[in-house]
């Protein structure tokens, strides 16, 4: 769909004279139009009708992560959405960020790398201070593409956990998250003060409870109970694809909402035949989709968005917009999809724009334009609107060369002991005793065996499961090739090799007191532990034994401490390199790698993301000005394969 000039400008008309006056009326902002002569309820479904406060309301909301978001950028994302006339902000909630380790919750208030991003009370704060209503989604299991579901990997230490049910043990670990984080989201609510309308139980959990022979619809008991015990009396809802899950993720006390992409006559008709008594909720309105690896980048055409959102405001139906603004799975916390047929692991971008109405980096597309345009007709209660942020500058900042690098040979050595640990066989990144008990969540981990016999045409063979892929070196020179085409996922050292698939080590490698190393990458969990996770290595079908295990996970903390920094030689192993980067004034900027191999940019120790040009889609990071410092800034590439030898900046982003 194409729009004129004369239909752009009229919508900057609408929002603009809307913050002022409609005749001598100064309009009220949406909290006082609801809030005017004080709370007395908050939002309820009255009949087909939602009512806010005793106010009649159309919720049109739009999806951001605060987790991906940086923190300097919550309140300018916010009053992007706000100033397309939306009436409020969705978030999940990731366990995984809280509760970091067994023994630790993290609300802002931490030493992570992500603490910054976990202030939940700093962000409903600014939402209700932009004059958004806001609807939680605690999870536990939030899916959204993040890493496991948002589910903490150190719940794989427990065997006899099952994640998303009933069972007592998984349960036991809920409810100690639930115990420090409702009493958080309790004083956020509505009737209370606050901007929180509603809570989400649990997430499409109808996909699962559709394949149980006995639904475990206890699991969703157990959830609304703890939130109702916790004090969380907003309202309380369900979410799935009604076409293919019908009721099944539904639970007494929560009403039912629908996700969809398309089909919205179909799922709207199937939801009022389900629950007849109830208003219509869309409570994902796919704006777009994420990326896979090797896959194309995929986007969604504005005209067929537009015509399935006015589809959903016709029917007449309340929405949420998923993503509004998608924002950028940072770190380690993409997630992947595991699938029946090859390639059964697909790891997800780092980027996650979703082709969303706001960029990644925040920017108006032509999908927020027609959005706002589009629910301009449809704001009957009509309130005072801000202005529309401006973008921020982007910088392509010159180039920076590598000057200085640490192979991995050289960064075993500065691992700190309490992350190395013996063990006679090897085993999960999960089970290592790291991290005060709760085991490796992320990153790589390295298998080393020193002093091995390598004899002519020797072949090393795992018999056992890779997640998701390894680097194999021997004396610090890797024999594994670089990886490049998604064929190669057969082979040795990944997800989907069989048992035949071996690694014929050269005549190079042949000798006594041989070092083999071999470095396993988490690409990204999906319900499933990472690292040689079962079975053994095997040099000509002898069982390896003893092994050194490090777990490298390129926490900013140790980043910043590494020093012995040699100049940059020939590259034989996986190899972190270095760039400084000075600069008159921090700015928005994408770190441009398509001429590098595959691995993860870190910024001043802030892990960026991952890239892979060769299998895109993605061909840049985002580096939110907030990251940057002015003067000096370290840039940090871990390589697997082969470098380059600059960092290059571009103003623009590559999505594939
Ligand atoms: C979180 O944000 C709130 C509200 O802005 C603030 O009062 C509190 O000090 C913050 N907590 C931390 C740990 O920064
Ligand atoms: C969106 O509208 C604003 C004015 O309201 C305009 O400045 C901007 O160029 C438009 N963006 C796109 C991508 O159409
Ligand atoms: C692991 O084994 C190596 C080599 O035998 C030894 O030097 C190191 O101290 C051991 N580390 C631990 C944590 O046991
Ligand atoms: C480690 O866990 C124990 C409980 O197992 C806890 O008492 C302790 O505070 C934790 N230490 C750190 C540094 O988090
Ligand atoms: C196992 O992998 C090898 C090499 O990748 C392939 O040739 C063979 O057909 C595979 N076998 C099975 C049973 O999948
Ligand atoms: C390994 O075992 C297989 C079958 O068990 C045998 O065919 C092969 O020759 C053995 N290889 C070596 C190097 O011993
Ligand atoms: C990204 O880098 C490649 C070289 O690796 C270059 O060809 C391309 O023009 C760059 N793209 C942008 C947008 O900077």
Not at 551 to 569: C, E, H, T
Not at 604 to 611: H, L, M, S, V
């Amino acid at each position: 769909m194409g729009y004129s000039v004369f239909t752009i400008l009229l919508v900057t008309f609408v929002s603009v004279s809307s913050q002022h006056t409609v005749g001598e009326r100064t309009l009220p902002t949406l909290y006082e139009h609801y809030v005017a002569g004080g709370i007395t309820s908050g939002l309820v479904a009255n009949g087909r009708q939602f009512l806010l406060n005793g106010k009649e309301i159309r919720l049109m909301t739009g999806s951001i992560h605060y987790f991906r978001v940086h923190p300097d950028y919550w309140r300018d994302r916010l009053r992007k959405l706000r100033a397309g006339g939306f009436n409020g902000v969705t978030t999940c909630i990731s366990w995984n960020l809280h509760q970091p380790e067994l023994n630790s919750f993290d609300f802002g208030d931490g030493s992570n790398d992500f603490s910054p991003f976990l202030n939940l009370t700093k962000f409903f704060k600014i939402a209700q201070e932009e004059d958004l209503l806001v609807v939680v989604r605690p999870g536990p299991f939030i899916n959204a593409e993040w890493e496991d579901g948002g589910l903490p990997s150190w719940l794989y230490r427990d065997s006899k956990v099952k994640v998303r049910s009933s069972n007592p043990e998984y349960i036991s670990y809920v409810t100690t998250y639930y115990n420090a984080l409702l009493p958080i989201l309790k004083k956020m609510q509505f009737t209370e003060g606050g901007p929180v309308i509603a809570f989400q139980i649990e997430n499409e959990f109808g996909s699962v409870a559709r394949g149980q022979k006995v639904k475990d619809t206890k699991y969703l008991e157990i959830i609304r109970d703890q939130m109702e015990s916790h004090g969380l009396t907003a309202l309380k809802f369900t979410s799935d694809s009604v076409l293919s899950s019908k009721d099944a993720g539904s639970v007494p006390g929560a009403m039912m909402t629908a996700n969809l992409g398309s089909q919205v006559e179909a799922s709207l008709a199937m939801l009022k035949e389900l629950q007849p008594e109830k208003p219509l909720w869309v409570m994902e309105y796919w704006t777009g989709w994420w990326d896979h690896w090797f896959d194309k980048h995929h986007t969604k055409p504005v005209a067929s968005y537009l015509t399935y959102l006015k589809q959903i405001l016709e029917f007449p139906a309340n929405f949420n917009l998923y993503m509004f603004h998608g924002g950028t799975s940072f770190g380690f916390m993409n997630s992947a999809t595991m699938k029946r047929t090859f390639p059964t692991y697909k790891s997800d971008v780092s980027s996650y724009d979703y082709d969303a109405p706001l960029s990644e980096a925040g920017d108006y597309t032509e999908k927020y334009n027609a959005t706002v345009e589009l629910i301009a007709n449809y704001l009957t209660v009509k309130t005072k609107l801000p202005a529309m942020p401006a973008e921020s500058v982007k910088m392509a900042y010159p180039s920076s060369k590598i000057s200085e690098s640490l192979s991995l040979s050289e960064l075993v050595l500065l691992v700190d002991e309490a992350d190395h640990v013996n063990s006679t066989n090897v085993k999960p990144m999960e089970l290592l005793e790291v991290n005060n008990q709760s085991g490796q969540s992320y990153g790589f981990v390295l298998y080393r065996k020193t002093n091995v016999i390598i004899p002519e045409n020797a072949v090393v063979k795992i018999n056992g499961q890779i997640n998701d892929l390894a680097v194999l070196m021997v004396n610090g020179v890797r024999k594994t090739e670089v990886f490049k085409d998604a064929k190669q996922q057969m082979s040795f050292g990944y997800f989907d090799a069989n048992s035949t698939a071996q690694l014929a080590l050269d005549s190079a490698s042949v000798g006594g007191a041989r070092t083999l190393d071999i470095l396993v990458e988490n690409w990204g969990r999906r319900a499933n532990t990472k690292g040689i996770v079962s079975g053994s290595v095997l040099l000509n079908n002898d069982t390896i034994k003893n092994w050194q295990i490090y777990a490298l996970q390129f926490k900013g903390k140790w980043l910043r401490s590494l020093s012995g920094w040699q100049a940059v030689g020939k590259m034989t192993e996986p190899t972190l390199f270095r760039a400084v980067l000075d600069i008159e004034a921090p700015h928005d900027t994408f770190i441009n790698m398509s001429a590098w191999g595959k691995g993860s940019v870190f910024v001043n120790g802030f892990n960026a993301g991952r890239y892979f040009p060769a299998a895109g889609p993605a061909q840049t990071l985002y580096v939110p000005a907030p990251l940057l410092n002015k003067g000096r800034n370290e840039i940090l590439v871990f390589e697997l394969y082969s470098a380059a030898s600059e960092i290059t900046f571009s103003k623009v982003p590559i999505l594939g």
